[in-house]
């Protein structure tokens, strides 16, 4: 991508991110990597009257502080700018107040393997990080630490962060921890969720590497009822109706993949499997 693209796709995600309800006015922040600069949001403007030009440009390197542009960078660009210095694998990154992963974060808890899809972050949990006023070193240090190993994390009393290889696929990591949070702060209200183990989500990290345009084809004749089992959990069904189907297919997921259609979780599947790719 060209940097103009870069600047006009982080634009379209700050209007994406507000239009979907998963950021409220000029919270969230986006940043995205361009060669040997990040290119951030700046402070306290509207996106609907954001321009490309009006984004901020800091160099990736420790020469803090310094940037370029007509408007300043988001006061949150320390973290921004860390996670692009520690992590080379990331290009985009989101951070936002979204509602449910900020609910966790102010009740400090980090999200267990409560749904298959955790495995997208990484590892068996999404960390909460502890809590440092916004802006400064401590929070960028917790925040790194938090994200060892992950794509995304929480920010204790504050919101999350989600990363990805370009600011579009830090995006869509950032809806699915929300949507991960939701669930999980939902299955608190009726009685908790059944955890996955870590070896299914290790077995879901390696299936996810090789998720791509065959899915539709392995999904008749290579089905994997383990990670399918838990699909029919994301619907946005109230939990009453759901809870039974949940309860079972968390503690036996073999026996409830067989009875679940699985015309049902195909359609579930395929759009993350491009977004995925
Ligand atoms: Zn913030």
Same mark, same amino acid.
């Given at each position: ?15 994406? /991110? ?39 440009? /800091? ?39 979204? %509602? ?50 992950? %794509? ?52 879901? /990290? ?21 990670t399918r089992a838990k699909t029919p959990a994301k619907t946005k069904a109230p939990a009453k109706t759901k809870a ?34």
């Open positions: 991508m060209t940097e103009l693209e870069i600047r006009k796709a982080i634009i379209e995600n700050c209007l994406k /991110m507000n239009a979907t309800g998963l950021n409220q006015g000029t919270s969230g922040n986006l940043s995205a990597r361009y060669k040997d600069v990040m290119i951030i949001t700046p402070s306290g403007i509207a996106y609907e009257v954001l321009k490309p030009s009006d984004l901020a440009t /800091m160099p990736i390197n420790k020469d803090y502080g310094s940037w370029d542009g007509p408007l300043k960078p988001s006061t949150e660009w320390r973290f921004h700018l860390d996670i692009m210095i520690e992590r080379p694998d990331v290009g985009g990154i989101v951070h936002t107040h979204s %509602t449910y992963a900020t609910i966790l974060s102010i009740a400090g808890k980090e999200i267990p393997a409560c749904h298959y899809m955790i495995a997208a972050f990484g590892g068996p949990t999404i960390r909460c990080a502890d809590y440092a006023t916004f802006g400064t070193e401590e929070l960028s240090a917790n925040a790194l630490k938090a994200l060892k190993d992950r %794509t995304g994390c929480i920010l204790a009393n504050h919101g999350m962060i989600a990363t990805g290889a370009n600011i579009a696929k830090a995006m869509w990591l950032a809806v699915e921890l929300e949507t991960i949070a939701k669930q999980y702060y939902q299955s608190l209200l009726i009685g908790g969720p059944n955890l996955l183990s870590e070896a299914e989500i290790a077995n879901v /990290m390696e299936r996810f590497k090789g998720y791509g345009l065959q899915d539709k084809k392995s999904a008749n004749s290579n089905a994997k009822p383990k039974p189907g949940k309860t079972k297919a968390a503690a036996k997921p073999k026996v409830a993949a067989k009875r679940k259609a699985p015309s049902k979780a195909r359609t579930q599947t395929k759009p993350r499997a491009r977004k995925q790719a």
